[in-house]
Structures are given as C-alpha cells and as structure tokens.
C-alpha cells in the first residue's frame, strides 16, 4: 500500500469515527429531547387528569345535587297535590254553608212571624190559665218579645226560649209545689200561702190558717172555703213543702163543666 493511500484511509478512519460520534451526539439529543417531550406530555397528562378527576367529581356532586332536587320536587307535588285537595274539599265545603247560609235566610222568613204567633198564644193561654206564679209567667211572656227585638240575639236562641217557656208552661200541669204570695181579694189584698196540684186544684191560706180559698177559673175569681177544708189545705201544703210525707187528703176541686 502506498503512503498516500494510508494517509487516505486514515483519514477515512477519523472521518468514520467523527461521523459515528456526531451521529451518537445527534442521537443523544433526539433521545433528549423525546424524554423532555414525554416528561412535558407526562406533566400535561398528570395535569389533565387531574382536571378531568376534578371535572369527574364536579359532575358527582352536580349529580347528586339534581338527585335531591328531582326528590325534593317529587316531594313538593305530593304536598302541593295534598294542599290542593285541602283547597278543593274547603270550597266544597264553603259552598255547602252558603247554601245552608242561603236556606236559613229561607227559613227565617217562615219561623219569625211563627214565633211571633206563638209568643200571643203563649200570652193568651197564661192570661186565661189558673194564676199560678203568675207574676213569675207574665214576666216571662213579657221577656220574650224583648228578646224578639233583640238584634244581638240569634233566632235560633230566640226560638229556643220561645220553646223552653212552652215546656215551662206545660211542665205546669203535672207539678205539685207550694209558695207564698200576695192574694188579692178583690176588696183586699193579704199575703197567704198559695198550693197548687197541676192545674186541678189551686189554693189559698192566710197565714193565721183561720182562711182558706179555691181559685174558680170559670169566675177567676177566689171562692172562700168552709172550715171543714183548713186543715186538708194546711196539710196540702206541707206535703207540697216536703214538711209532711204524701198522703191522702180531701180537697174541693171544680167538675169539668161546673161553675
């Protein structure tokens, strides 16, 4: 081989080796810069995670937060569709006391004038009845047709009382009972003890026990009795006042038709 062709070979040689040690530089870098690239795309990924994680958790919470409204939604139209049948049955109801409010309107018209008529009646009945407590049911009468002029007072209260005297007075009849009062006697007037047995007998005693009288209802007018009755009338009304137990006794009494 020749110097020259040495010479070229060597240099050949440097040329291959600095050719190969460029390439492994080259290389170096490439490989330099593919790890810078991953470890960005590795950073970027870890960063995108995380902001897909913290989406992912973002959309849990908006999940479970649209959960509880469909919940409490559901919740509300129960109570709302409770409260609109409250609201239903309420105006069912209130319609219905307007009607009721309408017809009392309707009644009151016809029951008025009948308590009306049957607060003469009542008047006229005590006024031709035997006297008994007859102040106490003149009163009573008379109080009646204040309470009809009576603004603040109900007609059902009204009709009630016109009632409750109506039971007063019938209770009249089948009661035994004795007070003392003022008798009048047409030319005098005297206290006295008054017995009366339902409406069959009414009668009258002085105090002194020396007189007594038997209301006529024909005449209404006192009939004085003989001596014989003093002590059948005295013991009347003992018995009347529970001082002496019930027993049998004679008293006068008017026949059906007698006068």
Do not use: C
């Not at 008379?142 to 603040?152: C, G, I, P, S, T």
């Amino acid at each position: 081989m020749s110097i020259v062709s040495k010479k070229s070979l060597i240099a050949s040689t440097i040329v291959g080796i600095l050719a190969l040690s460029a390439s492994n530089i080259a290389a170096a870098d490439v490989l330099k810069n593919l790890q810078k690239t991953e470890a960005k795309i590795f950073k970027a990924s870890k960063k995108s995670q995380k902001k897909i994680n913290h989406i992912y958790e973002q959309t849990q919470d908006l999940l479970a937060e649209y959960r509880n409204v469909v919940d409490e939604a559901e919740v509300l139209k129960g109570y709302n569709d409770h409260v609109q049948r409250m609201v239903n049955a309420q105006k069912a109801e209130i319609a219905s006391k307007q009607e009721q409010i309408d017809g009392i309107d309707k009644i009151k018209q016809g029951v008025v004038p009948l308590m009306y008529k049957m607060i003469n009646t009542l008047d006229e009945f005590v006024n031709l009845d035997i006297p008994v407590n007859i102040d106490v049911r003149k009163a009573r009468v008379a109080n009646l047709r204040k309470v009809m002029d009576n603004v603040d007072v109900t007609t059902s209260e009204q009709f009630r009382l016109v009632l409750e005297a109506y039971e007063i007075e019938a209770g009249y009849g089948s009661m035994f009972g004795a007070y003392q009062g003022e008798l009048n006697l047409g030319d005098r007037a005297i206290t006295a003890d008054f017995v009366y047995m339902g409406r069959i007998a009414f009668l009258a005693e002085s105090l002194d026990l020396k007189h007594a009288w038997l209301w006529n209802n024909t005449t209404r007018a006192w009939q004085e009795l003989d001596d014989s009755y003093l002590k059948p009338v005295t013991d009347t009304i003992r018995m009347a006042r529970k001082q002496l137990p019930p027993n049998l006794t004679k008293l006068p009494v008017f026949a059906a038709g007698a006068e």
